[in-house]
């Protein structure tokens, strides 16, 4: 019986080890990366904007993201998330 357990056990060790060492992406990759997706970024690329974001406080970059991923693309150009990303990311608007 150990035989079974302890392969099992092995596995899952490594198993969480990898998930604890990727991780989610930060709070700047969703907010560039919805920009991105959305052609919301105009002529900046998206290292320039996580760099942007990076430097602003993370309280201001979570909830910048957390209405930017919780936003269509429609709406996010119609200025709904410009309140939460004003200096922290640009949203380029047609």
Known sequence: ?????RPLLLGLLV??????????????????????FCGLLGDASRS?????????PADGASRCADCLDN????????????EPCAGVVE???D
């Open 48 to 56: 320039h904007c996580i760099d942007r974001c990076e430097d602003a």
């Open 15 to 36: 198993a969480a080890s990898w998930l604890g060492t990727t991780g989610c992406p930060d709070t700047c990759d969703v907010a560039c990366g919805k920009l991105e």
């Open 71 to 82: 936003t269509g693309c429609g709406t996010i150009a119609g200025d709904r998330c410009d």
């Open 1 to 5: 019986m150990r035989e079974r357990i």
């Open 91 to 93: 949203i380029e608007k």
